[in-house]
């Protein structure tokens, strides 16, 4: 870890969890996050709440069908609990409510990085959650989302919506995946 540090340090950059507004904006342009792409998912919003529990029911009942994501959401006794399960899905819900207002300021850039700790830093067993799961989590969102929009909007919106929606969800996983590196410094 000293020896990561003193790495990090010869680096000229900053650590993305000292600034993570400048690292969302910086992903966002990376991924070619333009005006047009924020106006989509404001319009698309409204569309993606309206299933809000039926996206979140089912990203948790698809994680409890496997025992390797099944096993963070279970009770001594072997059995699913329920109760830690509809927390779950309350957290989910929020994000996604906030993920559609499509505004990345100072505290929900901070969230999202509290959030990325919560599952990679995991302290209670059975620990972190294995950072390949949040990538297909990321695209059992998008995958839903996407069959939404085709089912509800017309051709190009539906592909407008998607588009940004997908570049959104992957600036988020890049902050999600944050909580599995050494702190690093980057440009
Ligand atoms: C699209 C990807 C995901 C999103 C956006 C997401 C979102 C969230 C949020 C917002 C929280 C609350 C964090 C907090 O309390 O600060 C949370 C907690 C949690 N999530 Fe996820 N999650 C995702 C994927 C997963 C996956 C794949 C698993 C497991 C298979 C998982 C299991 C958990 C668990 C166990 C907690 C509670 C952490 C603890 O023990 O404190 N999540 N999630």
């Known amino acids: 870890?000293?020896?990561?540090?003193?790495?990090?340090?010869?680096?000229?950059?900053?650590?993305?969890g000292t600034d993570m507004p400048r690292f969302i904006r910086d992903m966002m342009e990376f991924v070619g996050m333009s005006e047009a792409d924020v106006a989509a998912i404001r319009r698309s919003a409204p569309n993606v709440l309206a299933h809000e529990r039926e996206l979140t029911t089912a990203l948790y009942d698809?994680?409890?069908k496997f025992p390797r994501s099944a096993q963070f959401f279970l009770k001594p006794d072997g059995e699913?609990?329920?109760?830690?399960?509809?927390?779950?899905?309350?957290?989910?819900?929020?994000?996604l409510r906030e993920t559609a207002e499509a505004a990345i300021t100072q505290e929900f850039s901070y969230y999202l990085l509290s959030a990325a700790l919560a599952h990679g830093h995991r302290?209670?067993?059975p620990g972190a959650i294995p950072q390949h799961l949040m990538v297909g989590a990321m695209s059992l969102t998008q995958s839903a989302l996407a069959g939404i929009f085709a089912q509800e909007l017309g051709a190009d919106e539906a592909a407008a919506a998607s588009i940004a929606w997908?570049?959104?969800?992957?600036v988020q996983l890049s902050v999600f995946m944050l909580a599995y590196v050494p702190p690093r410094a980057v440009l």
Request: glycine share 4%.
């Open 166 to 170: 997908n570049k959104l969800l992957l």
């Open 1 to 16: 870890m000293a020896e990561e540090a003193a790495r990090a340090k010869s680096v000229p950059g900053y650590l993305p």
């Open 62 to 64: 698809h994680f409890i």
């Open 80 to 95: 699913v609990d329920q109760a830690r399960l509809e927390r779950r899905k309350h957290s989910l819900g929020r994000w």
């Open 123 to 125: 302290p209670t067993a």
